[in-house]
Every structure is written in structure tokens, then in C-alpha cells.
């Protein structure tokens, strides 16, 4: 099986996302490519799609997005979608406000059929953001690191590897 593994990502982080999930699902046994939303060809040589987004004050990243309209129900092999955002401690209620689905999460599983859903904590280090969020990530130190959950994350593979190799028995 093939499967395509990707990412629209701001500074890199749902990028390196991405590329846990592809290594997962090649440790499963099957055939990875990674590659930027950008860079997507023609999608009828996939088994299976897994695309994913760094979610920005609520929304999708445009690459990301344009890539789930190039998606539709009856044209394309099983979807998975991810998005990446929530950093800080959970417990937090600024941070639980950040755990929410993007906005337009219902469109794009409708639109692309997608099996499922995961939002996936996020890394946010103030060194490559400037001006009015450097600001703002001065004043809420407490956003600042990696949150992201690595077990989780291959977990997750491992769930969309399994669904894949039991569909192709």
C-alpha cells in the first residue's frame, strides 16, 4: 500500500508531525511519501491520504486547504486529517480555548469523507515569529515549548496502518 503523509506547516513543527506519523506507518510495512501540500501530484496513486495542517487563530493553514479541495468523496482513497495547534499546559483555560477543531473542520470532512480526525498538541518557540506574536508570546510565557505527544502520535499511525492492512486482506 502507498500512502501519502502530508502537511501544510508555518515554522516546521506539524511538519515534523507528519514525518512521525510516515515513519510509523513504515515501520507498519507500508510505503510512505512525504511531501508539502504544494508538491502534491496526482492523488489517484495513493492508497490512502493523510493530511494535516498547523491551525493558526482558529483556521487551516491555505495549502492544506487547498489540497482537501482537490479531495472529493468519490474521486480519492481513505482520508485522515490532523491538525496541529493547542501548545501550553491543557489544564489551562486559555489553552483549552486553543483545543478546538478549526474552523473549517465539518467542511473539510464532509467534503473529503475523511475517516477521522485527530487535533494533535503543537510546538510553539517564540525564535522564528516576529513582530505583534513575539509580543504576545513575551507575555504568555507559558505557550512556549514543545507539547507534542509522540507516543500518541505513533499510536495513532499504528490505528490508520492497521485499518489499511486489514481493508487490503
Not at 27 to 42: I, S, T
Not at 85 to 112: R, Y
Request: charged residues 20%.
Amino acid at each position: 500500500m502507498h500512502v501519502l503523509v502530508t502537511a501544510a506547516s508555518r515554522h516546521g513543527s506539524t511538519t515534523e508531525i507528519a514525518e512521525a506519523l510516515a515513519s510509523a506507518l513504515e515501520d507498519r510495512g507500508l510505503e510512505v511519501a512525504v511531501l508539502p501540500p504544494e508538491q502534491v501530484g496526482d492523488l489517484s496513486t495513493y492508497d490512502a491520504v493523510v493530511l494535516g495542517s498547523g491551525v493558526y487563530l482558529g483556521h487551516w493553514l491555505p495549502p492544506a486547504l487547498a489540497l482537501a479541495h482537490r479531495i472529493t468523496r468519490s474521486s480519492h482513497p481513505p482520508v485522515w486529517l490532523f491538525s496541529s495547534g493547542p501548545v501550553g499546559d491543557p489544564a489551562k483555560s486559555m489553552v483549552k480555548k486553543m483545543g478546538v477543531d478549526p474552523a473549517e473542520l465539518a467542511s473539510l470532512m464532509d467534503s473529503t469523507g475523511a475517516v477521522e480526525h485527530r487535533l494533535l498538541p503543537g510546538k510553539l518557540d517564540r525564535h522564528p515569529v516576529h513582530g505583534v506574536q513575539r509580543l504576545a508570546l513575551a507575555m504568555f510565557r507559558s505557550l512556549q515549548g514543545d507539547f507534542r505527544d509522540w507516543p500518541a502520535t505513533r499510536e495513532w499511525a499504528g490505528t490508520i496502518a492497521d485499518r489499511l492492512l486489514t481493508e487490503a486482506a
